[in-house]
């Protein structure tokens, strides 16, 4: 079954600090992926998404990803974090040609002053 | 644009009732979806619909959990009887036909079952 690995459930960090989450999937065929964050008490909302083209992708707020195909790997970073990216981070997985997201289990954010 | 609107916020029940929840995608949106986020956990899909029609309930607990979109715009989610193990955040999104497009998350209702 197609799964999503999301490796750090926990992560703190102070502000300026780099950060890399990793995501990995299970599926060899074409997939879309997407990240997406959750602040407190907000819901879910879209960071960013590859579907094809540059694999490495920018989205919202600093944030970008790289899809690495071989490493069946989309890793999210950001060069310096602000105290307002404490959020919980998803990476979800779509199997070309179907509409139906695979989220991992999130990683936690906690970024300090 | 009003967002995918979802309600109860919140939800406390006994084990063995019923409960409902509401989804109202954003207009114009053809496929809605229902997750399942268990604490700690990422979102499970639950049932995905077309329009008014199902595209897939292969996850959903059909001997207790119900949905429907009668009319292909506001779903409703049921669960009779409700057990402990349904304690969870349950979430609807929406998405606009057509390749690439983004699911929109409401806020979801919070669901205590004791």
């Known amino acids: 079954a197609q799964s999503v690995s999301q490796h750090n459930h926990h992560v703190i960090l102070s502000e300026a600090a780099s950060l890399e989450l990793g995501c990995n999937y299970s599926?060899?065929?074409?997939?879309?992926l997407f990240w997406y964050v959750q602040y407190p008490g907000q819901h879910l909302q879209l960071l960013l998404k590859?579907?094809?083209?540059?694999?490495l992708v920018k989205g919202i707020k600093g944030f970008e990803a790289e899809f690495i195909k071989s490493k069946f790997s989309f890793n999210l970073r950001k060069p310096s974090v602000q105290w307002s990216d404490t959020a919980e981070y998803f990476c979800a997985v779509n199997r070309g040609g179907y509409n139906k997201l695979i989220f991992g289990a999130g990683t936690r954010l906690a970024v300090h002053p | 644009e009003a967002g995918v609107a979802q309600s109860p916020r919140y939800k406390i029940i006994e084990k063995r009732q019923s409960v409902a929840f509401w989804c109202n995608p954003i207009s114009g949106h053809a496929t809605l979806y229902w997750y399942q986020q268990i604490l700690g956990q990422g979102p499970k899909l639950l049932i995905q619909f077309q329009n008014n029609g199902v595209v897939d309930d292969s996850q959903l607990p059909k001997d207790r959990f119900s949905a429907e979109r009668l009319k292909g715009v506001d779903s409703t989610l049921k669960i009779q009887p409700a057990k402990l193990e349904d304690s969870a955040v349950y979430l609807c999104a929406s998405r606009l036909q057509g390749a690439g497009e983004t699911q929109y998350f409401g806020p979801g209702t919070r669901l205590l079952v004791l």
């Open positions: 590859y579907f094809s083209g540059d694999p």
């Open positions: 599926y060899g065929g074409t997939v879309n």
